[in-house]
């Protein structure tokens, strides 16, 4: 080959190998920067007081505590409707039936709802729950909204998880006598549980981080949400009524603090649940 | 993966480290729904509010942060109470009251006569609220007539050296369309007569009165329009036609962008709504709306 | 077999059914839900479209709705530009740091790189559209001019929101690829550069659309962080620098205060992003069977 040309491809190489480097750290950067802004901004106001006092001159002072306890309600609440029905129908679709028309329709479904923007679930929460179903701006109505919105990537990390168990583990049970439900009961979950964890943990963080789906249908009362139906402000539009109306830049940027480490903090212990499994 | 054999069928087989544990899926939200619960209880038990009555007032969100904090006076007259403060805008408030999904409306514009929903209503003024109209502080116009405030918020003057500042476009901020403090300035400044002159296409929309004063805060050549009582040091009040809008002069009745504040219902208020109506009308919370910027309606 | 043991197994098989039905109508809750959304929020949005009229919907210019003025153009134009400008910016960089981890990056580097870039989408939208308001529109607006509240600015921050996806995505496509390939390649005497970009890259083509598809989704439904930067001007932008408002900030700002026929020419606009949306998506499950 040509001298020339040689050491042209060598050039291009050199610079491409780089700039793909330069770019791929610049990201990671990105990151790095974005949570030291927040924690540069964010760190002074945070203390054991933030957590547990209640907010005072619509969030100037004062902590969190309704907000926190509202977060944790509406995330555990949509994880504990979302999470049986995604499982079962991963269940359904990778151990009862074979790919076909009912498969295939399902799927598309579960694809569908994969793809509707949050603003959607917003509005359909909205004048489903709040409205046509009387709940009224209400944790619940929150909710459902929410367990709507993670149920396909449930049941997408459902069926993955449970493919992913070998078939010879099945044999083994129906050559003992178990029957369908209990060789998927005894054996299969239990083996797919670390990769369903991951999906369920995978959704809790997505549903920690919404917004526009939760403000139509939660409300934005910052008072301690008594009841299911009482309505409530989760960490996300706290901190967006913060910072948007201006009320307080220290808290918002504490709150965000608080919701990024914790959405983090759930992503990482996927992370963890992953690779624990794969070892 | 250790191989036992119990007495029952079927044989459950176990894998490395794995002990009989009950079946997870009920497992996983047996324990979810029990933290669920748990909290729950923990939500419920400090507040320990015997009864657990709650009054839902809805609507303007101009209205609803002097309305928290009337709310958070009366609140400790009546501890048994729960009092929520809904925004939405007045719009969606007055709609609120008639679905009942509100007890109490609260509205930055007047309720329109020609339409019988919104008519048949009962409505109480609660305070006098002006708009003010707020620009950069580094910005060197400070005062402005009816007019030219007119002129640029249409776009017809492009630039802030039409209206004597400096040679820099404007910038314009306007609420979204269906808010209370939009359609009282469209009102009280756009209209001349009969014509109403539309706000220019170009206008930047921001969705609170915060979000407009932030923004004309950090913008050098940005003009905007909030409610007398979201001013803050970050802004600048511009005097109309000679006048600032300030607490005495919009008593007085000489600063002439103003618009009332009112709460709203079905019908004559009872019970708790009613209570929190004559607390908002009394003394403590008139003391609460001057803090705020507002007029009060008694004395 | 004594009839007791026949009895047992008669109620084992009905169990087994009734569990293999319970299961069935829990499949069909997807199926369910999305019904329900189509149903609740066409019902709402369609005659309203009917009523304004579709050409006059789709193609007017101006949105006043309380003068009864429901044209959506502008906002179709507005999540049309600043979805581009989002894929336009974050595409290239998404694909260079994919094949950088999956081509030339080692394991040490990989384990380290990888997680951090995932864990960028992992914050919320709210935050990257304050982050937004606070440092790219004050940055826009110093260098470049205008307000900084942009089609631009909008593109920016969107950029970096769909750039986990489109590189996680981008990244698992290029390792579906063949090893023989690289070797076949590096072996003829081509430099790794030009075996990415000659070999792999198209060899995982459909992977990488369908990558790009789906980023292209999760930038067109992005509500909160667009409303905070895009300035929500209802024009059609001409240029970078002017405002604009895409279809969800529309439905977000305006749905609070709405009622009667705006509030229905709100879901009227929901219906149109659902039809862009699932005709994108249609897109890309089409080219990933076709391959």
Known sequence: MDQAIRRRNERVNRIGIGLSYLVTMAV?????????????????????????????????????????????????????????????????????????????????????????????????????????????????????????????????????????VPAGLRDVGYSLGATKSQVVWHIVLPQARPGIMTGVILALGRALGETACVIFTTGVSLEMPASLLDPGRPMAVHFYILAREGISMEMAYTTALVLVGLILLVNVGAAWLLARRRS | MRRRSGRNA???IFAAGERNRPAWPVGIAARILAAVLLLFCIAVFPGCRGGGRTLIVAGSTSVQPVMEKIAGAFRKTRTSLRVDIEGGGSSAGIMSVRTKTAALGMSSRELRQDDPNEASLWRQMLALDAIAIIVNPENTVASLSLSQIRGLFSGRFKSWKDVGGHDKPVHILVREEGSGTRSAFEELVM?????????????????????????????????????????NPQVKALSVDGVMPTYELVREGRYRLVRPFFLVGVQPPEGDAADLVRFSLGSEASSILQTEGLVGVFR | MSSGKGMAVDDLRRREERIRLALLCMAFSSILVLALIILFVFREGVPQIMRVGVAEFLGGGRWAPTKGLFGIFPMIIGTVQVTLGALVIGVPLSLLSAICLSEFAGPRTRTIMKPLI???????????????????????????????????????????????TITSIAYDALRAVPAAYREGSLALGATPWQTVTRVVVPAARSGLVTAVILGMGRAMGETMAVIMVAGNAVVVPTSPLHPCRTLTSNIALEMAYASGGHQKALFATGVILFVMIFCLNSLATFIVRRR
């Open chain 2, 10 to 12: 079927p044989v459950k």
């Open chain 1, 28 to 164: 990671g950067l990105l990151l790095a920067a974005i949570i030291g802004y927040l924690l540069w901004n964010g760190w002074p106001r945070l203390s054991m007081d933030f957590f547990l006092r209640h907010p005072e001159d619509l969030g100037r002072g004062g902590g969190i505590l309704p907000v926190v306890v509202s977060t944790i309600l509406l995330g555990g609440l949509s994880l504990a409707i979302s999470v049986p029905l995604g499982v079962c129908t991963a269940i359904y679709l990778t151990e009862y039936t074979a790919e076909g028309r009912l498969t295939t329709v399902i799927r598309f479904g579960a694809e569908c709802l994969a793809g509707i923007p949050s603003i959607i679930f917003g509005l359909f929460g909205f004048i489903l729950f709040v409205i046509t179903l009387g709940m009224g701006w209400s944790m619940l109505a929150g909710a459902l909204t929410l367990a709507c919105m993670v149920l396909p990537t449930i049941i997408r990390t459902a069926e993955e998880a449970i493919k992913a």
């Open chain 2, 191 to 231: 209209k001349e007569g009969k014509t109403e002159t539309p706000v220019d296409d170009y206008a930047l929309v921001q969705d609170s009165s915060g979000g407009v004063r932030e923004v004309v805060g950090s913008d050098r050549d940005a003009i905007g329009f909030v409610s007398m009582g979201a001013l």
């Open chain 3, 118 to 164: 995932e864990l960028l989408s992992a914050i919320p939208s709210v935050v990257f559209g304050f982050i937004g308001v606070t440092v790219i529109v004050p940055l826009v607006r110093e260098t470049l001019g205008g307000s900084g509240f942009s089609v631009l600015s909008a593109a920016l921050m969107l950029s970096v929101m769909v750039l986990p």
